[in-house]
Structures are given as C-alpha cells and as structure tokens.
C-alpha cells in the first residue's frame, strides 16, 4: 500500500514539473516570436484542464487508497486484538486441559490403586472361597462317611442279648478284648504239642534234643523250638454297604435247603422287588442268610422296605427281615510277634510209621516227667509229605472277681 502512494506522489510531481517547463517554454516562445503561431489542437489529456482532471482523479484514488488504507489499518488492528483474545484464550484452555489432565491422571493413578486394592481383595475373596469349598468337601465327604456309618449301625440285624452281672463304677468297667484265631502252616515231619504249664515248656526247649523209643530196639531223636506266631497289635476295619448283597434274618427254624430255596425263588420275581440271584449262602453263626445279586439296583429297594413276608412254609408267610450286607476292609494293620508260652514244635520226625500210632508215642514221651515233660493239652504231627495247619486261640487269663 505505501509503495503504491509513493508511486502516485512521483507521478503528481512529475505533471507538476511538465505544467511549469511547458509555462516557460510559452513565456519563452513568446518572447522571442511576438507573432502568434498557428495553433494546434492537444489531446485532451495533455492539456491543462485534462492534466487537472487527471490529477483530481488520481487525488480521488489517493484519497480511497489512504480511505482503504486506514480500513485495513483498523481491520488489521481488530485481527490483531481478536488475536490476542483468542491466543489469551487458547492459553487459558490449554492450561484448563492441562489442569484436567492432570486431575484426571491423578484420579486414573486414583482408581488404578482402588482396582489394585479391589484384585487384591479379589483374590484373597477367591482364597476363602477355595478354602471354604475345600472345607465343604471335607465337611461333604464327612457326612457322607458319617451316613455310611450310620447305614452301617442302623443294617445290623436285630438280635436278643441279655446282660447279667454286677454293676460297678465306669472307672473299673472291664475293657473289650477279642480273641484271635491264627492259623499256623506246619511243615510236613513236624509235631506241635501244647502243656498246661509253661515251666514244663521252658524244660523242653531247654533240652533241645529229644530222644523219643518207638519201641524197645528203636527211636527217633526231635529237636524242639519255640513257637513265633505273627499276632495283630491294631487292626482298623471300615465297613461299606455292599450294592449287590442283602442279608436276611428273622428267619423261622426249618429245613435249611427248603429255606434257601424258598428265599431264592421269593426274591427272583420282579413283582416282589427282586431280580436274578448269583447265590444263596446260609450264615450258620449268627442263623442269617446272605443273597447276591447280579444287578447292583435291586438290593436297595429291599433294604429300603425292610420287612417282607415270604412263604417259607405251607399257605403262611413268615415277615422276615431284609437289611444290607456290610462289606469289611482292612484300612489299617499292625502286627506284633510272640511266643506261645506253653507250645513247643518239634522238627525233624521221620514218617516210620501210621500218624496215629506216631502221634500217641510222641504224647506219651512228652508226658514222662523223667523226660522232661508233663501233663499235654493238646499234641498234633503232621508227617512228610502232608499239609496240615494248626488252629491257635487267644486264651483269656481268669480274673478272680471282688468279693
């Protein structure tokens, strides 16, 4: 803009000039030639009202530009200060977002320690939960054994005792002792005698070798050893009810076959809750009868109902009683050993005669005080070649009972 007024300005002074050279180049001509020459005509543009006119309009446009000038001047300075507004604005918004962001960083780090607070509750949350659930198959597994029990109590089948005796205090009440049966394999030219005392025992084993007259001309001589035998120190036994198997008692006193047929064919109709029988077993000990299945559904429908009448006899129905047959395992076992105070084993008898025969000398022998012995209880040989296994009880010592 200013190099546009500029250009004008020279342009005005330039005119100036050309109207004064052109003034006294007349006033000159004038002087010299005072004969008037022949007039021409000038464009209109170079004359003085044309140069006048071209003036006042060039004027005009200097007065619009400088009028437009200041427009812009006014229009620049608003921009400016629009400007200044909107960067003063500008700023105080980035500074806000700043302020925000940084409050919402804070709030984020806010949050991401209450999210790490809330996981960490979390995971302890499913630690109990682990825990409880363990607890709970525990506590489950508990009552399930606890029921087992129970079913285990309530199966026994009923049977009449009656208690005699003298009451006495709970302290000196008698502990419960059960008497062991140890079934002894005895090696084939071996004897196994048993005295009513122990010292006679002791003198035998003290001698070691025997020398035993068949008859008047012969004899055998036996070597004698103690007796070890493996005896249970603590035996755990958990009972379960068995899914195939019933017991039966209440049962009346008849012909045993009868009865287990009648019970076979009672108990293998679908009507009356039963199905196909593997076997039958009759329990002389306790009088019950003991049923198998071959399906594992059907004993437990007869439990559940207990009593049945069966017609066990002639146009009558005997109510007998059906409970579920308990099936024992040996959880736990701990065995002790110990020598038989009052038996002896005797090794190494040639079979030179009848059992019998050979077995009655060896009592005599052994019953001889000037042999050592004394009073037998019981004697048993087996000879070469045979296999026989003793029978050993636990005796219960007597208590003399307080007057």
């Avoid at 109207?19 to 005072?34: G, M, N, P, R």
């Avoid at 026994?156 to 009440?173: C, L, Q, Y």
């Avoid at 198998?292 to 005997?318: C, N, R, S, Y």
């Avoid at 070469?384 to 219960?396: N, P």
Wanted: proline share 3%.
């Amino acid at each position: 803009m200013s190099y546009v007024i500029m250009l004008l300005f020279l342009c005005l002074n330039c005119i100036s000039v050309s109207v004064i050279v052109l003034k006294y180049h007349f006033i000159f001509c004038c002087c010299q030639d005072f004969s008037l020459p022949e007039v021409k005509t000038l464009p209109f543009e170079e004359t003085l009202d044309g140069i006048q006119t071209l003036i006042a309009n060039n004027k005009a446009k200097y007065d619009q530009l400088i009028e437009e000038q200041n427009e812009l001047t006014d229009l620049r300075k608003d921009h400016q200060e629009m400007t200044q507004k909107l960067q003063h604005r500008c700023d105080k918004l980035v500074k806000t977002l700043e302020n925000e962001q940084q409050f919402y960083m804070d709030e984020l780090t806010k949050e991401m320690v209450k999210v790490n607070s809330l996981k960490q509750e979390e995971e302890q949350i499913m630690d109990e939960i682990q825990k409880v659930e363990a607890a709970l198959l525990e506590e489950t597994a508990k009552y399930h054994h606890l029921r087992e029990q129970a079913d285990v109590f309530s199966s026994m089948p009923e049977k009449t005792v009656a208690f005699t005796g003298v009451t006495t205090s709970a302290t000196n009440a008698p502990t419960f002792e059960t008497k062991s049966r140890i079934v002894y394999p005895m090696d084939g030219g071996t004897a196994l005698i048993t005295f009513e005392e122990e010292v006679v025992a002791k003198k035998i084993l003290t001698l070691k070798q025997h020398k035993v007259n068949l008859t008047e001309e012969t004899f055998i001589t036996v070597e004698a050893e103690a007796v070890t035998l493996i005896l249970p120190k603590l035996v755990e036994i958990e009972s379960e009810v068995c899914p195939r198997r019933i017991l039966i008692s209440n049962l009346p006193k008849m012909d045993r076959e009868t009865m287990l047929d009648k019970l076979n064919i009672h108990f293998h109709r679908r009507k009356d809750g039963g199905g196909e029988v593997e076997s039958c077993e009759f329990l002389a000990d306790s009088g019950t009868v003991v049923l198998t299945f071959t399906d594992k559904d059907i004993a437990k429908g007869l439990t559940d109902t207990e009593f049945h009448g069966v017609q066990l006899q002639k146009k009558k129905k005997h109510r007998v009683r059906v409970t579920p047959f308990l099936n024992g395992t040996v959880t736990k076992l701990e065995t002790r050993m110990k020598v038989c105070p009052r038996t002896v084993l005797l090794t190494g008898i040639p079979a030179v005669m009848e059992q019998e025969t050979l077995q009655d000398l060896l009592e005599i022998h052994f019953q001889k005080s000037v042999s050592g012995g004394g009073e037998i209880e019981a004697c048993l040989y087996n000879p070469t070649g045979q296999q026989i296994s003793a029978l050993f009880e636990s005796v219960v010592p007597k208590v003399e009972k307080k007057q």
